[in-house]
């Protein structure tokens, strides 16, 4: 219901909003305190610094806002424009947030990541962008992780913007989706960023609006990225034997989307570290890519873990590289704490297939063996929540 409320007013105000294309001007105003606001997070790194003596009412009501004392103490610090003496313009802020459903959460975030916002018009300033966000079915909880997009002008950006996306995505759900993965990639240039990197797409091979979009909505961030980045990213998919017409090649394409290309050939390297050839890395990577997006000392904690203490070859790892990608602390921990336990108390054979025993969603892996067992063995919940620590297969020839 808020959101076909904003719609109707939006379309009042944005007649041209509803089409995805048409080069209609927007009459709305644009604002000197916005734009002063925006531009000056490009200067604050120069001007602010840990030294810079915050104002006492300001951190006061940071911390009012949700933030610690230390974190609210280091943003104003680093934000020297800020102050907040008087708290009726920053309290209109705050309400007009919680207002089109921003949590607690989202509202500290906010404070921590761009305070000034506290300082604004907030019916002149802000309220226009909610309700052209809420008209779309934005959510407020991803609108805090780039909330300088309420200080961008709705008629020189952000309507721009969401027009050439139309354009090419054709739905405002898919808009959703690949804003709901990077919310920041709106907050690019439409002439300098968004353009040429879809003109880059274009050239290196995705010529249908429907190749384009599909990239989009799986990795909106490819608009933050040079032409030169996203030519060598086609280089480097080419160079696996990945073609565009492949179906995984929208995520393969979103992977390293999110990683420099040295950053890619460390990555390879560090696995054949592991006596792993290229080529192998190579599958693995086109079957779960997420498997090298972790950082160099998880890969290699985890490598260490298969190879050393499970004694695996890499390469066995590697059938399924979805492994790698899980989460070592709290999930493949757990897991061999679990079939040590069962192993230990009999209800498992040794030779079981470990690797395969240790794939599969948490429901399927507690199911099969928590869940099943827990009445007779609690040990194995014990060890499922990592109250029972994995020690290592002792004396069960796995």
Known sequence: MFAAICRRRLAALFPQIRGCGGGGSYHVQSNPQAALLFHSYSTTAVTGGPDSEPCPDTVSYLVSCGLSPAAARHTAANTPSLRIRSTEKADAVCALLRSYGFSDADVARIARSAPLLLTVDPDRIIRPKLDFFASMGFEPSKLSTAPLLLARSLEKHLVPSIQFLRGIIGTD???????????????????????????????????????????????MGVLMLSPVRIGEIFEDL?????????????????????????????????????????????????????????????????????????????????????????????????????????????????????????????KTFSGKYVYRFAADVPDVVEAYEGKIKFEGFKGQDV
Request: glycine share 6%; with cysteine.
């Open 173 to 219: 759900d898919g808009i959703r989706r690949g804003f709901s993965r990077i919310p920041r990639a709106l907050m690019v240039s439409l002439d300098n960023c968004m353009r040429p990197a879809v003109e880059a797409l274009r050239r290196h091979g995705l010529t249908s609006s429907q190749d384009v979009s599909k990239v989009l909505v799986v990795q």
């Open 238 to 362: 080419k160079a696996m034997g990945m073609s565009i017409t492949d179906g995984r090649f929208a995520n393969s394409f979103r992977a390293m989307c999110s990683m420099k290309r040295a950053t890619w050939l460390r990555k390879v390297a560090l696995y054949q570290s592991f006596g792993m050839s290229e080529s192998e890395v190579f599958e693995a990577f086109k079957k779960q890519p997420t498997a090298l997006l972790g950082a160099d000392e998880t890969i290699k904690k985890k490598a260490l873990f298969f190879c050393d203490t499970l004694k695996f070859e890499m390469r066995e790892v590697m059938a399924n590289p979805v492994i790698m990608a899980y989460s070592f602390e709290k999930t493949i921990l757990p897991r061999c704490a679990v079939l040590s336990v069962l192993m230990r108390e009999g209800k498992i054979n040794p030779d079981i297939q470990l690797l395969h025993a240790l794939l599969g969603s948490a």
